[in-house]
């Protein structure tokens, strides 16, 4: 009788843990982001498709996929991010949205004086870092640095360069470049794009003398024979690419990185926040995440907490400043 009498609860019992594993399986596994509280993770990637906001969003989808669940990727494009996020800050509150973002937004918000700023969102962390690659069509007749500078210098707004969008990091870097050999960075002849395939399409069809990009985004083109690399702005050669010479080698004092990070909406709490930080701190010491580095050449730069709000302030003065010299703000 008492066996009996027991068989109920341990019916019961059984029903309950079989219960708790459908939940997790249906989570996707996802007992390390209790917080989300069974609710989807969303990455905006304020451009379109194929450029390296959009990578890093659908990486990071593919390395949280083990403590997350399922997220998904949408894009916003447009503006420099700047559209993305005025969108971005809509979901004050909400621990389920990220956005990934980077040097190009902090200029395009300058360059745009976009209504919307950074300051409105809540810093997470510091990703990756990424250097430029400036390119020439592969049958372009500039071979070399040397040749493209001295057009320059002969007749700057006859090279138009082909880039990302407006205030961005391939602009300051034209900018930067132009004023290191001695021209006017105002007169720079950059046409902006919102994302990185749209960048390549002029450069190929001859709408452009050069064009500057992300490494990590130009390394097939280059890789495939499209396009012909002439520097890379990095303080050294890069093990991906032995045989480019930087800007300093070839006598154009100019060094430049990339940086590409994730912020929340504003109004998150506290736990929020902190869940969230931790939720890219495991990702990034994942095996996922560094052979991801390695397999897109991104550098790793995380950073989260005091230190990465600090930087964020620091960049966001940096560039104000540059770009206000350059006449873009």
Do not use: C
């Not at 990703?127 to 001295?150: C, F, H, K, N, W």
């Not at 929340?264 to 969230?276: K, R």
Request: aromatic share 4%; hydrophobic share 45%; proline share 5%.
């Amino acid at each position: 009788m008492r066996w009996r009498s027991s068989v109920p609860y341990a019916a019961a019992a059984l029903v309950a843990v079989l219960l708790v594993a459908t939940t997790l399986a249906g989570r996707g596994g996802q007992a390390d982001a209790g917080f989300l509280d069974g609710r989807q993770l969303r990455l905006l990637a304020p451009a379109a498709p194929g450029g390296g906001w959009d990578q890093t969003a659908r990486e990071m989808q593919a390395a949280l996929r083990g403590t997350a669940g399922r997220t998904e990727v949408y894009n916003v494009a447009g503006a420099g991010g700047t559209i993305g996020l005025s969108q971005f800050v809509r979901h004050d509150g909400d621990p389920t949205q990220m956005m990934v973002f980077g040097l190009v937004m902090v200029g395009a918000i300058e360059s745009d004086d976009a209504p919307v700023r950074l300051d409105e969102t809540t810093p997470l962390a510091r990703l990756t870092t990424d250097y430029e690659i400036l390119v020439v069509p592969a049958d372009s007749p500039i071979r070399d640095l040397s040749q493209l500078t001295e057009r320059m210098r002969t007749d700057l707004p006859s090279v138009s360069f082909s880039g990302g969008s407006a205030g961005g990091v391939e602009q300051i870097l034209t900018g930067l470049i132009a004023g290191a050999i001695g021209a006017d960075p105002a007169r720079v002849n950059y046409v902006a794009h919102s994302g990185g395939g749209e960048a390549l399409a002029t450069l190929l069809s001859g709408r452009a003398t050069a064009g500057i990009s992300g490494v990590s985004e130009m390394i097939s083109q280059i890789e495939a024979g499209t396009v012909r690399p002439l520097a890379v702005s990095s303080a050294a050669r890069l093990p991906d690419l032995p045989t480019v010479p930087t800007l300093r080698e070839q006598g154009v004092d100019v060094e430049l990185s990339n940086w590409r990070g994730a912020v929340a909406p504003p109004g998150i709490s506290a736990a929020d926040e902190a869940a969230l930080e931790k939720l890219i701190t495991d990702m990034t010491a994942s095996e996922a995440w560094r052979r991801t580095l390695a397999d897109r050449g991104w550098g790793d730069a995380t950073l989260t907490g005091p230190e990465f709000e600090t930087f964020l302030d620091e960049e966001q003065r940096r560039v104000a400043d540059v770009l206000a010299k350059m006449g873009l703000a």
